[in-house]
């Protein structure tokens, strides 16, 4: 999930994923300097998929790229699966806002 925000008076920067992104396919990164622009490059998930279903041994390489590469998984979705888990505030207001 890609974001740049000010904390405790330091920028922090993730420009996301490459190769997993959420919400949106592409490779997501962040060009820096001066400021910074989060950025996403679409490529051929399609043929990227292909590839790895080619070269990879990985039993289940095809779902995999069909969840990871296609981004089907959402901003929420990753809220849930790596957020806080002690069920305070912070779970509820992570990323909105």
Request: hydrophobic share 40%.
């Amino acid at each position: 999930m890609p974001y740049a925000r000010l904390a405790h008076g330091r920028l922090v920067v993730n420009p996301g994923s490459v190769g997993m992104p959420y919400g949106r396919p592409g490779a997501h990164w962040c060009l820096l300097g001066p400021g910074t622009d989060l950025r996403v490059t679409p490529y051929d998930v399609p043929a990227a998929t292909a590839r790895l279903v080619a070269e990879c041994a990985y039993p289940h390489i095809a779902a995999w790229a069909d969840q990871y590469l296609n981004a089907r998984a959402s901003d929420v979705d990753a809220l849930e699966a790596f957020g806080p888990r002690d069920g305070g505030p912070e779970c509820l207001s992570a990323g909105r806002g």
